[in-house]
């Protein structure tokens, strides 16, 4: 839980400023600005017959308007022919027939001409929203360290989500509402003004500027009761979340009932925050009715007093009042349609901010792909002089030289800290060097592809993170293609194998979240089978072993003292007994080499950091904490 809250409720107003949501923003970007990028995001959608297809619906979409004018003309007509009653009455009826035919006839086609519309566009809108999401995320992924260092999952997760979302909407609502209904207000204005009388087009431009100008002033006042609605919102299903998450440590302290009590208080602060919500949207939509039926009653008062004058007929006024309601019908979204607007500018334009930034770590122009080497020996790693240093640090890497031979083993170790986990990062260029440069097989890491080179590199990593999957997805991760021999072939290497066999699904098994199913050493075993199977020129081994058994560790050990032959291998390790037979040992201390040499030598050396280390692991002195 997010804990106790004193002094009973708390206003709503004081967690709507605590808890307020990315979606309680209200300052956009500029309209043309947002509009601008709006359209880019189409054209490079891909949709199908893009062209005719945006023709195509805007014309359909302004057809239906101006059919919806048209119509209630055609039953005025049908209502005068009625009204004039001259003739025999078989002609009356069936001129008044007719024309209501026509009515008919012309409101269908009215009503179906933006169907037909959406179901043309729609597949623009689709392949928009596709694309944007798919460009967001893939663009999110290629982004450097540094971001997803700093990144909330959740958050961006959601940004993305609402942005491709919020295309979709403004394209449908912009395009295909309120844009038209505003080609709809000058026809029906023109056709009022040129059929009966000006003051006719006047009253329907007033009456329509007012409704607009009424609604936006208080959709904006409710825009607060919103803000504090969904912080309310929020604050609730944060508690229960929390609550939920933390079951064990609830249950553990007998906590049941100060939980259920602080989600009741939550639930209470969004009920009276909703119900406010709720009685100004009953404000807006009453405010709405009366400016609609002022209007309309004013045009059929108008009406009426020229249909006494003889210079309409009643169907006339008929048309007037018809033309009205289907210009006001609309509107009748226009508060919803306004916050919605404003709030999908916001979301796609924060969508946008991700793909508008440049990841620190880029392929170069002229990157070329790194060559494998032609035997199997591994590929050598050398670092030139490199420097770095984190924001977030006092110390970074400073001055940091040394070339791994290739086929050899290069142990780091050193206190937490000391740049060890720095290193690795440069070397799989996860990082560049702010100094010097980092060379793969002679190849300046910046010069290379970064594709090429993390295919020459693999990675076990103290905390192995898995997929969703099963456990063969997992494994082959590395190398998809691979044969399902070669799969197990690897698992038999990491001394996974018999575990696999003895599941009930064996290598479908599905790991879960983060591979939160398996045990720490399980897991390290298949992140290291998957490491094996994507058969690499440079092996790096950050705490590999560190979650495995004694007995386990020593199997792996083995394993891996075998998996090295024929590749270069970094090594970072805890204990020291692990790497003594390492080619070499590079010893770090706030960022710099302080020692380097074989396990003997270093052992040898009195006074010096390793020796030291080493004699607190063998000597019953408490182990250091040395992993990074």
């Known amino acids: 839980m997010r804990g106790e809250r004193s002094g009973g409720r708390r206003d709503p107003m004081v967690k709507a400023q605590q808890a ?66 001259q003739g025999a009455a078989t002609a009356v009826g069936l001129g008044f ?34 694309a944007t999401a798919a460009e967001a995320f893939a663009h999110a992924l290629s982004l450097s360290l540094d971001f997803h260092q700093t990144k909330r999952s959740g958050a961006l997760s959601r940004t993305m989500d609402r942005g491709s979302r919020a295309v979709d909407f403004l394209l449908r609502i912009l395009a295909f509402n309120l844009v038209p209904t505003g ?52 604050e609730a299903a944060g508690v229960s979340v929390d609550a939920l998450l933390n079951y064990e440590t609830v249950k553990s302290f007998g906590a ?37 039926n002022l209007g309309l009653g004013v045009m059929a008062v108008m009406a009426g007093f020229e249909a ?36 999908s500018f916001i979301d796609m334009e924060e969508m946008l901010k991700v793909t508008r930034q440049t990841p620190q770590v880029a392929d170069a122009p002229n990157a070329v792909a790194l ?40 142990a780091l170790v050193g206190p937490s800290g000391a740049g060890k986990s720095t290193i690795v990062k440069l070397a799989l260029r996860l990082l560049d060097p702010q100094e010097g440069r980092v060379l793969i097989d002679g190849h300046d890491a910046r010069d290379v592809t970064q594709a090429s080179l993390r295919s020459a590199v693999a990675l076990v990593p103290q905390d192995v993170a898995l997929f969703n999957d099963t456990l063969a997805a997992n494994i082959a991760f590395a190398r998809p293609e691979a044969y399902e021999a070669q799969v197990w072939a690897a698992a038999e290497a990491a001394e996974l194998a018999d575990f696999i066999r003895g599941l009930p699904d064996g290598m479908q098994t599905k790991v879960g979240e983060r591979g939160l199913k398996l045990s720490g050493g399980e897991r390290q075993r298949v992140g290291i089978a998957r490491a094996l199977l994507a058969d690499p020129c440079i092996l790096i081994l950050d705490e590999a072993t560190s979650a495995l058994d004694s007995r386990t560790e020593a199997a792996i050990q083995k394993t891996l003292r075998k998996a090295r032959n024929g590749r270069t291998t970094l090594v970072v390790a805890h204990r020291l007994s692990t790497v003594a037979d390492a080619d070499q040992i590079l010893v770090l201390k706030a960022g710099r080499i302080v020692e380097r040499g074989g396990h003997h030598e270093l052992v040898a050396r009195q006074g010096g950091e390793y020796a030291a280390l080493w004699r607190k692991q063998t000597r019953g002195g408490k182990t250091p904490q040395m992993a990074d």
Do not use: C
């Not at 939980?259 to 209470?268: E, S, V």
């Not at 002089?385 to 086929?407: M, T, W």
């Open 308 to 343: 006494a004058a003889g210079r309409m007929g009643p169907g006339d006024v008929t048309a007037a009042v018809l033309i009205m309601i289907s210009l006001y019908a609309p509107l009748n979204i226009l508060g919803f349609a306004y916050r919605e607007i404003r709030q």
């Open 183 to 234: 080609v709809e207000l000058v026809l029906a204005a023109g056709v009022l003004g040129a059929k009966y009388d000006w003051r006719f087009a006047a009253v329907a431009v007033v009456v329509v500027v007012i409704y607009t100008a009424a609604t936006f002033a208080m959709s904006n006042w409710r825009l607060e009761h919103r803000r504090i609605m969904n912080a309310a919102d929020s």
């Open 97 to 130: 027939a007719a024309f209501a035919i026509g009515w008919t006839v012309v409101r269908f086609l009215s009503a179906a001409s933006p169907l037909i519309s959406d179901v043309v566009f729609a597949p623009v809108r689709a392949a928009a929203q596709r």
């Open 371 to 410: 060559p494998r080497p032609v035997d199997a020996r591994g590929a050598s790693v050398a670092f030139e002089a490199v420097g770095f240093r984190h924001d977030a640090r006092a110390n970074g890497l400073e001055d940091v030289s040394f070339y791994a031979a290739p086929g050899t083993t290069t």
């Open 20 to 85: 307020g949501s990315p979606q309680d923003k209200t300052d956009g970007p500029p309209t043309l600005t947002a509009l601008a990028d709006l359209a880019r995001l189409v054209a490079r959608s891909g949709a199908p017959h893009l062209k005719l297809r945006l023709i195509s619906a805007i014309l359909l979409t302004l057809a239906g308007k101006g059919l919806g004018v048209m119509a209630p003309l055609v039953l005025g007509a049908a209502v005068n022919r009625l009204a004039a009653g």
């Open 256 to 292: 049941e009932t100060r939980a259920a009590q602080t989600y009741d208080r939550a639930l209470g602060d969004y009920a009276e925050a909703s119900l406010k919500a709720n009685s100004s949207l009953n404000m807006l939509n009453g405010m709405q009715a009366l400016v609609m």
